[in-house]
């Protein structure tokens, strides 16, 4: 992992020598579908943009099944004589939210929520807005990962009262459409 960080820096660096990067702030908000009812989903991703290619790290809100909130790594490839297609692809770890167990568990006493990787892969483009402005419309795919650690006291007619934990993972693969404005 360490060495493909190296290597993407060290890529970036060289590419930028050539070319004069800039930087680049892309905010976008976004519906997430899939098994699930939709949910909200709001990001925004700043880095440095040169020639056909982006690099930045970004932090969102994930509403989609659970709160979350997850912080990634993006790079994007932009394509077309004018440049407006692009392919993102976002690496990085997902953060919970403040979220209770669903009503498919009764009788909890406690639980704990943990975070998981998060992944997306995608395509758009992008219409001119203002002179390096621009609006981007998006769709990918996106799968985010989370664990539950849920208590229930079991108290059996006699002796003493002990508690069971039972530990859920989830995933959730969902599709993304999003839109923003890039500048």
Not at 47 to 56: D, E, L, P, R, T
Not at 57 to 84: A, Q, T, V
Not at 100 to 116: A, L
Not at 122 to 127: A, E, H, I
Request: hydrophobic letters at 40%.
């Amino acid at each position: 992992m360490l060495t493909g960080l190296l290597f993407f820096f060290f890529f970036f660096a060289v590419v930028a020598q050539e070319i004069k990067p800039r930087f680049s702030s892309i905010n976008s908000i976004g519906f997430a579908a899939g098994e699930s009812s939709p949910g909200l989903v709001l990001e925004t991703v700043n880095g440095i943009k040169f020639s056909n290619w982006f690099a930045g790290i970004g932090i969102g809100m994930d509403d989609y099944r659970y709160k979350s909130i997850p912080l990634f790594l993006e790079g994007r490839m932009f394509f077309g004589e004018d440049k407006k297609g692009f392919i993102y692809g976002d690496l990085g770890y997902n953060f919970t939210g403040k979220n209770k167990p669903g009503n498919e568990i009764f009788n909890y006493d406690s639980y704990h929520f943990s975070g998981g990787s998060y992944l997306a892969l995608g395509v758009g483009f992008n219409l001119p807005l203002y002179k390096k402005s621009t609006v981007q419309f998006s769709v990918g795919y996106s799968y985010k990962k989370m664990s539950d650690k849920i208590g229930v006291h079991i108290c059996p007619f006699v002796g003493p009262c002990n508690i069971d934990y039972s530990r859920y993972e989830f995933g959730f693969g969902r599709l993304i459409l999003k839109a923003g404005v890039a500048f």
